[in-house]
C-alpha cells in the first residue's frame, strides 16, 4: 500500500517537477545547441501543429521519441536493456503507448502523452532501482553513492541526478533543476533511498529532454 | 549448492531409440519399417538438439530447483520412481493396467492415472515458500478421443489437486476445441466454484496459418514457468524440437499459499476419477457417455516429467537461442561527472542519437571512440561520415531506425506500430548487408531468422508463406534483428497444397513479391494498387501527379467505362490519364493474387476448373485453387470484361510504360533520347522491378524517405537541390548501400544544424 501510495505521489509530482525542471531550462539548451527550426524557437514549449511549422536552413528539427521508442530509450539510456525490464513495465507501456506520438512530431507532445511517459518513467525506475540495490556500489551506473538499506543525502541525490543526467540528457543538470529535484524528492516525505531513487530517475526520464531525439 | 548432473547421455539415448524402435516394429507391419526408421532418427536428433535445454528427456542436465522428476525408465511395474530425494521420494502408484510403464515411457491407454498415494508435501510446501513453478514434460500426445476431450476436456496431463470439486492446485492438460491445445491452469485457494487461470497454447485447425502447437504422436517438450511475481510463460517444442513460446506472457497473481496441503499428484487423470460413489454427470456426454465429473483422462505418453518450485529463466529454457539484451551496452563503462563534454563530443551525440533512435550516457565508450573521429576536424565530411559508420555498428540502427524506416514503406498507412514483417527484415539484412538497393525490387531473395539462434515458429508455409507468426515473434521476443537475421537466396511459393517451389522460375522480386506488399497491396481488387503503391513508395510519385492523359490508352482494361455517365470526355479527361499509365503496367503483376493468407502464383497454384467466371475471382476461398482466366492470369485482371470488351485483354505478364515522355521522362529518368518518345516494353515483375530501380527516380526517393527518418521531417521543395546531391553520391559513391546513405544524411548540416 505504501509503495502504491508513494508512486501515486510521484506521478503526481513529477509532472510538474518535470515541466518546471526542463521546460525553463531545455527550451533554451533546445535553442542554442540546436537551433530549432522556424516558429519552434524559442517555443519548443508550445509547439504548433506537427506537419505545419517553418524550416530554417541548416537547422536541426526538433523530434521526440515515438511509439516503441519510448520505453526503448529508457531502457537504452539507463543501460537496463529489455532483460531488465519487468513484466510490469512491459504491461504499462502495452497500456501507455497509445497515447504516444507514432511519428515523433513535437506538436504530438500532449498532457496524455505526457502522462503516460512519466508513468512508464516510474516503473522503468522501479526496475534500475531494484537492479542497481541488488548490486555492489561499485558496480551501479547510476546510484553508486545510494545506500538503500538507509537514507540518503542531498549530495546523493545530487550526484545521481548528475549520472541519469549524463546518461539520458547528455548533459549535467543546470542548479536550478538540481534544486527543483532535491526539493520534490525532499517533498515525497520518504526515508526510504529506493523511492528517492525512483523519484531522481522519474525526473529525468519524463521530461521533455529525456524524449528528446 | 547446486550438483549438475552430467551423464553419458549417448548410451541412454541409443537405448531409448531403440526401445522405442523396438515398440514399433513389434505393433506395425513390416512395411512400416520406413516409418520406424524415420522415427528413431528423428528422436535421435531431438535428443541432440535438446542438449543444450534445463533437463534432456533422460533427465541430465541442470537440476536446480527441482523437487520431483520421474524419467519412467522403469521395465514394468505399478509403480514409477521419484528421482529426488530430498524432502522424500513422491512415487507415483498406477491404478490400473490402462497406465503401462516400460520401453522407456509411461502410457495411458485407457482412462487410469499414475498418482501419489500421500499428499505431495514437498511440492505444497516449497511452492508455497517461493510461490513460483515451473513443469517440465516430454510427451506424446494420442489423437483418438478428440471429440471426447472437447466435451470433458481439458484431460489432465499432470495435476496437483484434490479433484476438480475442491478446485485446488494446479494442472497441465490437453484440450479440444476446433482443434487441440495445451493449457495451465492454478488456483489459489480451496474454493468451489473459484474460477480458474488459464494460460492456454493456441488451437490448432486445419488452416496452415493457424499454430502447430499440438503435434500428436510427435514427441513434445512442454515447459511452464510461473515466476513469484506471477509472469507465466508456456512453451512447446515445434516441428525442429524447438521450444516455442506459445502464449502471450501473461501474469497469473495466484498465490499458492491457499493451497491445500492434502493435495496429490497425479499424471494421466484427475486424483479423484475412480472415486466411488460420486456422481454421474447428466445428461451424459454425447460421445464421451456416462461418467463423473472428476474423470479427466489423458491419452499418450509420458518420457519424463519434472516439477520444479522455481521459475525458469528464458536462458534456461532456450538456451544458445534466447534473445539478447541488445539493448543494454556490451561494453562496461562508468559515468565520469568530470568529464567535460566537448564539441565533438556533442556532434558525436547528436549523430548517434539520430541513427541510432535513443539517448545514450554521454560518457559512453562509443561516443568516446566517435568524438576521436571528430577531434580537429569537426567540420571534415570524412571525419563526419567516419563517426556515423561507428553508429551505424550499433544494433539500435537496425532494431529501431531502419525498422521504423522499412515498417513505413510496408503498409498503406505509413504506420510504425505494425508487426514486423518480411518486407521490413529484407530491408534490414539489406541495410546490414551493404547489399544494393536496387535489389529491394528484382532480385530473388528474402531474410529470415537462423533458428540456432531462435526460438521462433519456422515451418515455411505456416508461419512464413501464410502468416507473419515467424517475423512477429522475433519483435515480440525482441531478438536483435541485426544479428539474428540470415540471407535466403530465394523467396518461396506455396501451391496451397503443402507443397513449396522456389520463387527463382516464378518472378519473384524482392519487396514487389513480398507476403507484406501483396497483403497491403494485391488483396482483391485488380493488382492495379500494386502499380500505384509500388511508384508511390518507391519513386515518391503518388499516381495523380504521373497521370498523363496524352498516354496511349490501348491497355486500359475491359472493365474501365469509356463513357462514364455517357460521356467519352469524362473518360478522356478523368479516367484515361490514370487508367493509361497504370493499366500499362499492371501486365506485371498478371500471374499474382493474394488470397487465403498467402501470395498465389498461376503458375504454382491450380486453376479453379472448369473455366469460372472471372467476376467471381476476389471470392475464392479454397486455398489450393486460383481463379485464372485464362490459365496463367489472375482472374482479377478479366473481371467486368461486359463493361468495354472492345478492350484489349490480359492474357499474358507482359507490361508497357508510357511514363516516359513530358515531365514524367524528366522526373522518372525514362525519357528516350530525341526524337523518340516509345515506350518502355517489359514482361514480369522483375523486369518491371528492374525499371523501377534503375530509374532517375529511386535513389532520389529513397533519399527523401532516409531525409524524413534521420532529419525528422519531410523533404521540402527547397530542399531538392540537397536531395539530388545526397541521392548522387548514393548512387555514385555509396553504390546503393542504404546504410550509407544513413550515415551520409545523419551528418549533414541540412539535416542537423551546423
Known sequence: MKTKYVIKALQTMLPIAAIVAVMGNACSALNSSEKSGGSLSGSFCTAPPSTEFAVLNNAATASTVYGSQVLENMASCTNLGHLGLSRRTMDENAARSPSFSQYGYVGDVTSAMMMGVTALAVEVCNDLANKERDIASTNRLIFNDFNFATDVSNSDIDNALTRMARSCWGRNPTDEERAIVREEVLALGTNDARYKAIAVCTSVLASLDGIKQ | ?754
Open chain 2, 1 to 754: 549448492m547446486r550438483t549438475v548432473y552430467q551423464t553419458n547421455s549417448n548410451r541412454t539415448q541409443k537405448t531409448k531409440a531403440q526401445a522405442l524402435a523396438r515398440d514399433y516394429f513389434m505393433t506395425n507391419e513390416r512395411f512400416h519399417l520406413y516409418k520406424i526408421l524415420a522415427f528413431v532418427a528423428s528422436a535421435i536428433i531431438f535428443f541432440a538438439t535438446i542438449q543444450s535445454s534445463a533437463l534432456d528427456i533422460n533427465g541430465a542436465g541442470d537440476r536446480t530447483g527441482v523437487v520431483a522428476l520421474y524419467l519412467f525408465d522403469e521395465t514394468g511395474g505399478t509403480v514409477a520412481n521419484d528421482e529426488i530425494t530430498a524432502g522424500g521420494r513422491l512415487n507415483l502408484t498406477l491404478s490400473s493396467s490402462a497406465a503401462v510403464l516400460g520401453n522407456g515411457y509411461l502410457q495411458f491407454i485407457a482412462s487410469s492415472a499414475a498418482r501419489s498415494l500421500t499428499p505431495a508435501t514437498k511440492i505444497i510446501d516449497q511452492c508455497r515458500v517461493s510461490n513460483e513453478l515451473s513443469i517440465e514434460a516430454y510427451i506424446e500426445s494420442e489423437t483418438e478421443n478428440n471429440l471426447s476431450l472437447a466435451e470433458y476436456g481439458p484431460a489432465r496431463i499432470v495435476t496437483l489437486s484434490q479433484g476438480v470439486t475442491l478446485n485446488n492446485g494446479f494442472f497441465l492438460g490437453q484440450g479440444y476445441n476446433a482443434g487441440f491445445f495445451y493449457n495451465v491452469a492454478m488456483n489459489a485457494t480451496q474454493t468451489v466454484g473459484m474460477n480458474r487461470l488459464v494460460l492456454t497454447g493456441p488451437t490448432l485447425t486445419t488452416d496452415p496459418s493457424d499454430p502447430q502447437v499440438v503435434r500428436p504422436r510427435n514427441l513434445q517438450r512442454i515447459v511452464f514457468t510461473k515466476d513469484s511475481a506471477g509472469v507465466s510463460r508456456l512453451y512447446v517444442t515445434d516441428e525442429n524440437n524447438v521450444p516455442i513460446l506459445r502464449s502471450r506472457p501473461t501474469t497469473l497473481t495466484a498465490p499458492f499459499a491457499g493451497w491445500n496441503s492434502n493435495l496429490q499428484l497425479a499424471v494421466g487423470n484427475e486424483v479423484l476419477f475412480d472415486a466411488p460413489n460420486l456422481p454421474l454427470l447428466r445428461p451424459a456426454l454425447p460421445n464421451t457417455g456416462e461418467r463423473t465429473r472428476e474423470v479427466k483422462d489423458w491419452r499418450g505418453k509420458v518420457h519424463m516429467l519434472a516439477i520444479y518450485c522455481q521459475a525458469l529463466t528464458e536462458q534456461r529454457i532456450l538456451g544458445a537461442r534466447a534473445p539478447t539484451n541488445w539493448a543494454a551496452s556490451e561494453q562496461a563503462y562508468t559515468i565520469d561527472p568530470n568529464l567535460v563534454i566537448t564539441e565533438e563530443r556533442r556532434l558525436a551525440q547528436i549523430i548517434y542519437r539520430r541513427l541510432v533512435g535513443s539517448n545514450i550516457a554521454i560518457d559512453h565508450p562509443i561516443l568516446a571512440a566517435m568524438e576521436a573521429q571528430l577531434v580537429g576536424r569537426i567540420t571534415d565530411p570524412a571525419a563526419r561520415l567516419a563517426a556515423a559508420r561507428l553508429a551505424t555498428q550499433q544494433p539500435g540502427f537496425y532494431n529501431r531506425t531502419v525498422k521504423d524506416f522499412a515498417k513505413k514503406l510496408s503498409n498503406r498507412e505509413h504506420e510504425v506500430s505494425v508487426p514486423l514483417n518480411d518486407f521490413s527484415a529484407m530491408v534490414i539484412g539489406a541495410t546490414r548487408d551493404n547489399r544494393d538497393a536496387r535489389d529491394l525490387l528484382r532480385a530473388d531473395f528474402s531474410y529470415r531468422a537462423d533458428t540456432t539462434r531462435t526460438a521462433v515458429p519456422a515451418n515455411l508455409i505456416n508461419d512464413i508463406l501464410s502468416s507473419n507468426r515467424h517475423y512477429e515473434s522475433l519483435e515480440v521476443q525482441n531478438y536483435d534483428l541485426s544479428s539474428v537475421l540470415i540471407p535466403v537466396n530465394t523467396q518461396y511459393l506455396y501451391n496451397g497444397r503443402g507443397g513449396t517451389v522456389s520463387g527463382a522460375n516464378y518472378d519473384t522480386a524482392g519487396l514487389l513479391t513480398s507476403r507484406a506488399f501483396q497483403l497491403a497491396h494485391g488483396i482483391a481488387g485488380t493488382n492495379r494498387r500494386l502499380v500505384e503503391f509500388a511508384f508511390q513508395e518507391f519513386l515518391c510519385r503518388p499516381i495523380t501527379q504521373w497521370a498523363d492523359n496524352t498516354a496511349p490508352d490501348s491497355f486500359v482494361g475491359r472493365d474501365v467505362d469509356r463513357f462514364p455517365t455517357g460521356e467519352h470526355t469524362k473518360y478522356q479527361t478523368s479516367c484515361r490519364g490514370c487508367h493509361g499509365q497504370m493499366d500499362g503496367l499492371r501486365g506485371a503483376f498478371a500471374r499474382l493474387t493474394f488470397e487465403t493468407g498467402f501470395l498465389k502464383h498461376a503458375l504454382v497454384v491450380d486453376p479453379i476448373t472448369p473455366l469460372p467466371n472471372p467476376d467471381e475471382a476476389n471470392n475464392n476461398t479454397i486455398m489450393s485453387t486460383m481463379n485464372q482466366v485464362p490459365r496463367g492470369i489472375s482472374g482479377k485482371y478479366n473481371k467486368n470484361n461486359n463493361v468495354f470488351p472492345e478492350a484489349r485483354e490480359t492474357t499474358d505478364a507482359n507490361w508497357v510504360n508510357y511514363a516516359v515522355t513530358g515531365i514524367n521522362g524528366d522526373y522518372f529518368g525514362w525519357r528516350r533520347p530525341a526524337p523518340s518518345t516509345a515506350p518502355i516494353n517489359g514482361s514480369g515483375v522483375r523486369e518491371f522491378g528492374n525499371m523501377l530501380a534503375e530509374s532517375q527516380a529511386y535513389p532520389n526517393c529513397l533519399t527523401e524517405k532516409v531525409f524524413r527518418a534521420v532529419c525528422k521531417r519531410d523533404a521540402l521543395p527547397s530542399d531538392a537541390a540537397f536531395i539530388s546531391r545526397v541521392a548522387a553520391s548514393f548512387k555514385t559513391d555509396d553504390a546503393y548501400q542504404l546504410r550509407r546513405l544513413f550515415e551520409r544524411m545523419a551528418v549533414q548540416p541540412e539535416c542537423i544544424g551546423q
